[in-house]
């Protein structure tokens, strides 16, 4: 490593040497951008919610679950038509 190496950050004051509060800020949207990605990554479904933590995802499941209700409708009403006459 050369010798004139500039280093951004004191370790001494435990701070950047220049523009350090927007230093931070950017820092700590990194870090909760980061923990967000690996939250989503991790947790696909809310058990409490009995929902999926995307709203794509969630959507394409309520359509599959209203087309199997409906499917089901409809053979429990041919099924009662069908014993209805006789």
């Known amino acids: 490593m050369p010798t004139n190496y500039y280093r ?8 950047y040497k220049e523009y350090h509060e927007q230093k931070v800020k950017t820092d700590k949207d990194i870090y909760r951008y980061e923990a967000a990605k690996k939250f989503c990554k991790r947790n696909d479904f809310n058990p ?3 929902k999926f933590n995307d709203m794509d995802k969630e959507a394409k499941y309520q359509e599959k679950q209203k087309v ?8 429990e009403r041919k099924v009662l038509n069908r014993n209805a006459k006789g």
């Open 8 to 15: 951004d950050y004191d370790i001494l004051s435990n701070k």
């Open 68 to 75: 199997e209700n409906d499917l089901v409708a409809s053979k």
């Open 48 to 50: 409490i919610l009995s």
